[in-house]
């Protein structure tokens, strides 16, 4: 079974607040295109980014031009570190005041980690009105401890922290010590990832799957877990293995070694689909357990710890009585598995490449500006260096001085109006550069709080950007609509269906008649340019979010207006976007793509309202609402 | 419980367009033409259209639903497309164009046609879309004429009352006398078998060619319902746009002096260099003059869409290229452009070196001056449009590389600069910006980091890396990125992931071609109804009635 991450953010309702991310590679303009958008229709108002500072500082460099929203509607902050080791931990955890979900995995916030390379990912939600789930709070706990340990060490900029507190103040249940002992994710902060597992049992087969591996780790693995038959499942292509050194290893250990290959079974597709996967199955005599997260099967990544040298790694464990259990994985109709007979593997590395630069001998950190403050600090060992700041959306170099702690303030004449990074460079007295920081985001404090406190209409207009956003807000209206059932005016016996039917917006004549079901004539077909002009021209020129949604009954009508768009104005749109407009070809194609996407969106809806009817059927006919309908009813 | 993820996208297309620039020239197209698109170049689609639904509403009152509507409307469709086919084939002239439904050269007319004996079934299946051509393409723009509107989703369409009704009724007076007709209104108002007689003798009448709608009752309405004149003048209002870009084609036409605007290259240069070929100017008549002048914007547009579009060309090819020893890493492909036999010197020198050589070559010596365009002519053979030219035959040769299109992108993006340094102080300048609505890659911005980086020293190879980082590579993923997110389609001609890049179809190749430009649909529909015509050899010409129109707009304009 497979699961795509943003399709799955689709599919919640809106009870979260806050999402926390983290990272090691990042590439902010696809966040902002295809994740962001989907948690503003969830109502997400804080979002924090804690990357690597290889992700962080590659997001910049690629992007910075084209991202619009970093330090104003989220926070993104690099964890950077003294020693070697990386954030390597992927996760996303949503916060609601009674609802969590927890995603964590093997995917960074990229396209290839969200949609393209070959990951797995665990999904744990918690409900506190749903007792059933309770059993997953340690989970969030744990990563919650995470964060405050990195709060506590002072690893996270001023910004991030007023958020996390933000954070727990709106959602005290993440903070409540859970009541079990069993810990379903363990991370490497300062504990390796291998001493954690090592109360799981001994095993007789081991399978990993995994694109980096080194053989120090492989034999600690091995010497621990004991199995006879050890079973590695790589992509060929893109692997990092030892091979003669594994088949030594096994030599001496007394296991066998198989090889299998692991690739996507929709090849066929153009673009590759790497493996990058990472997960550890145990198989013995009563049962087996599964291991699997960010961490790959390398020394800083299973055997270090992030107070350490190692790697901050995240990863989740499920124990099974069933030897079985986890054959699914092996087994999904997604991939493909294939022995490997003879293959030719790239050299061992410690891991994927990345460890701490040493190259910038200065830091910027917690930039933070509200108009027209631009604060920060600076670390740095230089003595009597001259400090300017470059901002990307500024023309021109502004000089700052710094204090005895390297912090510095200054202020800008022009107001920051869009994303912006910045860049600290120490210059001697001759104005010759010395040397310069890494970017750094400026965190835009009152846009984001501006954005923390933004109105439910922000996600109202989201929604009907899209028929899947169209779909979810509809939903979302009839539902309230059901928990909203006017019990005590439906059983008024005084009021006329007409009368209430008026009193909520839905009558606006005057007249009680029913209304004239009949087909309009033929003169009706003939419409007066004028008024049809008028219709046409507001229609167009409006922007949803302009529009008067301060009524229920406007709300869904606009919902519907979205849902049954006529699709030829807007292929239109999509053939001129695309471009290529010269063939009827393409704007047929255009045409006929919107299409299936609304009709699938209907066919959704149709079996959505089968439900809904079905729902307050059984809602008729319980026995308290029933003596409620009585009156009415009875007309 | 634990998962494999799967793909973000669910399906992939070619698409176009992969830097998303293009599509704000086109939205200042639909403001300056509006009901005018490129798949709709034949006026009497309108007035045929308003017929049939006329027909519909008057003879089939007792149901006026849209399934009775769709199988209503693919009748007479059908008959008119058979007639139109027809009346080309016996006349044994050039295909006619245009044609909805009958697909590549009339192929599926003339199928039809042949595979019928005496009677054709009116049920036969021609065209994909629900309501034929009024779905699509002409379901948009007919609205957009004012001649029909939606009424609900699920219903028929609704006629205008003055527009579509006198258009529908003129049409109708047409039609009278022929066989068709006859039957339709006395026999069966919806015939699913008629004869091949009586379809040649309908398309006699009702063809789209100029010819028969000259001897139509709907050619004069047609030409209201283009140029409206019954408007009063107000450039906010859509019709009147539309009505001086007309007017500036007729005096496009009255100026031709035996040069054909239907050709690409002529009307480029026309509006682009302002001369139909190196010894003939055109200068526009006064009143038209601000109209001239946004349409030379949708060409610079145009030709900067194009400028980019050769970067993009040049780096997707190499990015393809299986062939090449190094992984496609950013730092690789500035390697690979800098150490180009002709680059070399290039890149090391500065932008300000760059623009004065750019300058010198015209017999310009400041790069700062506004009369680049004054040098830079066509006879000068290193203007813009002729740069892209060369290129874009050495495409259809398969003969380029990547040196060509990296120094002639460049060039024509950096003369782009030049020539529009005296554009930039008219008004209008920022008329695309406001009406096109949301700009890519706008034009002035790259100006001015042009004129910053020239003034501070920057490299052409400096200046290059950021133009490929920013404007190609990141412009790229943030259109494809947007396109997956609306239309969930993967339209990547790339990805990137750790630092280097990755083909998503290594045998794809970046098109160089024009953008599509609606003054020639529109064009020919001022030929349709006979205000332009053709002479001899070929020339475009303004009709005597096209003379007359032409001074209405000027006049309306002046009063």
Redesign the interface.
């Known amino acids: ?7 799955y953010l689709e599919t919640l309702k809106p009870h979260y607040h806050s999402a926390i991310f983290f990272t090691y ?1 990042l ?1 902010l ?2 966040f902002e ?2 994740v962001l ?1 989907k948690l503003e229709r969830l109502g997400i108002k804080r979002n924090i980014i804690l990357a690597d500072p290889f992700g962080y500082d ?1 997001a910049i460099a ?2 910075q ?2 991202i619009q929203y970093a330090g104003r509607h989220y926070v993104c902050t690099p964890l950077r570190k003294q020693e070697s080791g990386v954030q390597h931990v992927k996760v996303l955890l949503l916060v609601g005041e009674k609802h969590g979900v927890l995603i964590t ?1 093997s ?1 960074n916030l ?3 980690g ?10 744990r939600t918690l409900e506190l009105d749903n007792e059933e789930t309770h059993s997953e709070q340690i989970a969030f706990y744990t990563i919650w401890r995470l964060l405050e340990s990195l709060m506590s060490e002072e690893l996270l900029d001023s910004t991030s922290n007023e958020s996390l507190n933000a954070i727990r103040a709106s959602a005290e249940w993440i903070t409540n010590i859970p009541r079990t002992l069993n810990r379903p994710v363990v991370h490497s902060y300062n504990q390796s990832i291998l001493d954690q597992i090592d109360a799981l049992p001994s095993v007789d087969v081991l399978r990993i799957i995994a694109p980096y591996f080194s053989q120090a780790s492989l034999e600690e693995i091995v010497a621990r877990k004991r199995p006879r038959r050890l079973s590695l499942f790589v992509d060929p292509k893109e692997t990092y293995l030892d091979l003669d050194a594994a088949r030594v290893l096994c030599d001496e250990m007394g296991c066998e070694l198989d090889l299998y290959t692991i690739s996507a079974v ?1 090849k066929s ?6 493996l990058h ?1 990472k ?1 550890f199955v145990g198989i013995h005599a009563r049962g087996s357990w ?1 291991v ?1 997260g960010s961490a790959n099967c390398t020394y800083p990544a299973l055997m270090g710890t992030w107070s350490g040298r190692g790697n901050l790694e995240l990863m ?1 464990i ?1 124990i099974s009585e069933d030897s079985i259990a ?1 054959d699914d ?1 092996f087994q ?1 109709e ?2 493909q598995v294939e022995p490997l007979d003879q293959i030719s593997l790239k050299g061992q590395v410690e891991d ?1 490449g990345h460890q701490l630069s040493d190259a910038a001998s200065v830091y910027l950190s917690d930039v933070t500006y509200v108009h027209p403050h631009l604060r920060g600090q600076i670390t740095t060992d230089l003595q009597n260096a001259v400090w300017v700041l470059a901002i990307n959306t500024f ?1 021109r170099e502004i000089a700052i001085q710094i204090d005895a702690y390297g912090a510095f303030e200054t202020t800008l004449e022009t107001e920051l109006d869009k994303a912006s990074v910045v860049v600290a460079i120490a210059k001697d007295a001759n104005g010759t550069e010395i040397t310069r920081s890494p970017a750094q985001f400026i965190q835009q404090v009152a846009i984001l709080n501006r954005y923390g406190s933004r109105s439910y209409q922000v996600r109202v207009r989201e929604n009907l ?2 028929f899947a956003g169209a779909e979810s807000q509809f939903r979302e209206l009839m539902d309230f609509l059901w928990k909203n059932l006017d019990v005590e005016e439906l059983s008024s016996p005084d009021v006329s269906v007409s009368h209430r039917l008026k009193r909520r917006g839905r009558i606006t004549t005057d007249s009680d008649e029913a209304p004239d079901n009949s ?2 004539s ?1 003169e ?6 004028d008024i ?2 008028a219709i ?1 021209k507001r229609v167009q020129t409006l922007n949803p979010y302009d529009r008067d949604t301060a009524s229920l009954k406007d709300l869904l009508s606009l919902t519907l207006l979205k849902l ?1 768009a ?1 699709i ?2 807007t ?2 749109i ?1 053939a ?9 070809e393409i ?3 255009a ?4 299409k299936e ?1 609304q009709v699938e969106t209907f066919t959704r809806l149709k079996q959505y309202i089968i439900r809904y009817c079905r729902r307050y059927k059984e809602e008729l006919f319980r026995e308290d609402r029933a003596i409620a309908y009585q009156p009415f009813m009875n007309r | 419980m634990i998962n494999w993820t799967s793909r973000l996208e669910k399906r992939r297309i070619d698409g176009e367009d992969h830097l998303g620039v293009e599509s704000s020239a086109q939205a200042y197209q639909a403001y300056l033409l509006a009901g005018v698109i490129t798949t709709t170049s034949r006026v009497r689609y309108f007035s045929f259209y308003a017929w049939v639904l006329h027909r519909f509403l008057q003879s089939h009152s007792h149901d006026l639903s849209l399934d009775a509507f769709k199988i209503f409307i693919q009748r007479y469709e059908l008959t008119f497309i058979l007639g139109c086919y027809y009346h080309h084939r016996i006349k044994q002239e050039n295909i006619l164009t245009g044609l909805i439904g009958g697909g590549t050269n009339n192929i599926t007319a003339h199928n039809i046609w042949n595979e019928s004996n005496g009677q054709v079934s009116l049920d036969s299946q021609y065209l994909g879309a629900a309501l034929g051509g009024l779905g699509q393409p002409y379901g948009t723009v007919i609205k957009n004429m004012s001649v029909m509107d939606e009424r609900k989703r699920g219903e028929i369409p609704t006629l205008t009352k003055t527009i579509g009704r006198t258009l529908a009724e003129a049409f109708d007076r047409t039609v009278q006398g022929t066989r068709f007709y006859e039957m339709v209104t006395s026999v069966d108002p919806s015939p699913a078998t008629i004869s091949k007689d009586m379809i040649e003798d309908f398309g006699e009448t009702v063809c789209l060619c100029p010819e028969s709608i000259e001897h139509g009752e709907d050619r004069e309405p047609l030409r209201e319902m283009l140029f409206r004149f019954d408007l009063a003048f107000d450039l906010n209002h859509l019709y009147v746009a539309r009505r001086l870009s007309l007017g500036l084609l007729l005096d496009l036409a009255y100026k031709a002096s035996g040069h054909s605007i239907m050709n690409g290259s002529t009307m480029r240069r026309v509006l682009y260099l302002g001369v139909y070929d190196i010894w003939q100017d055109y200068t526009p008549e006064p009143a038209l003059e601000d109209w001239y002048f946004r349409w030379r914007m949708v060409m610079v547009r145009q030709m900067y869409t194009n400028g980019l579009q050769c970067l993009f060309r040049a780096f997707t090819d190499w990015v393809n290229d299986y062939e090449r020893e190094t992984d496609a890493t950013f730092e690789a492909w500035l390697d690979e452009v800098n150490h180009q036999p002709s680059m070399m010197n290039v890149v090391n020198a500065t932008l300000d070196e760059y623009l004065h050589g750019l300058c010198q070559e015209v017999d310009l010596n400041d790069w700062q001056s506004d009369e680049f365009g004054d040098y830079c002519t066509l006879q000068s053979g290193h203007d813009e449009l002729t740069l892209y030219d060369v290129l874009e035959s050495s495409e259809r040769k398969n003969f380029f590389n990547t040196e060509q299109l990296v120094s002639r992108g460049l060039r024509i993006l950096c003369q782009i600069a030049l020539r529009s340094r005296l554009y930039r102080q008219n008004p209008l300048w920022a008329d695309l910006r406001t009406k096109a609505g949301t700009l890519r890659l706008p034009l002035d911005a790259f100006i001015d980091r042009l004129w910053t980086d020239a003034e501070s020293g920057v490299t052409v190879g400096e200046f290059l890396k950021w133009l490929f980082r920013d404007y190609i590579i990141g412009q790229h993923e943030i259109v494809a990125l947007s396109k997956l997110r609306y239309q969930t389609d993967n339209t990547f001609r790339f990805t990137y992931s750790n630092g280097v890049f990755y083909t998503e179809d290594a045998n794809y190749e970046q098109p160089l071609r024009y953008p599509s430009l609606r003054l020639y649909n529109a064009l020919q529909m001022l030929i349709d109804v006979g205000l332009v015509a053709y002479d001899d050899d070929g020339g475009t010409y303004t009709s005597e009635d096209g003379v007359f129109y032409r001074a209405r707009v000027v006049e309306a304009v002046q009063e």
Not at chain 1, 2 to 7: M, Y
Not at chain 1, 269 to 274: D, I, L, T, V, Y
């Open positions: 079974m497979t699961l795509n991450i943003a399709d590679s590439n303009v696809f295109n295809l958008p590659e690629t992007g031009n084209n995995g995917g990229t396209f290839y969200y949609g393209r390379n070959l990951e797995v990912v665990d999904v929709d597709k153009k673009g590759s689909r790497n996967a997960v599964c699997s989740t499920y986890f994985i999904d997604a991939i994927e023309g950007n899209s087909p309009p033929v009706s077909y003939y419409t007066d340019e049809d002009a046409w049954a006529p030829a104005q292929a239109e999509a001129i976007e695309g471009s290529d407009i010269t063939t009827l704007y047929t194609e045409f006929e793509r919107q996407q």
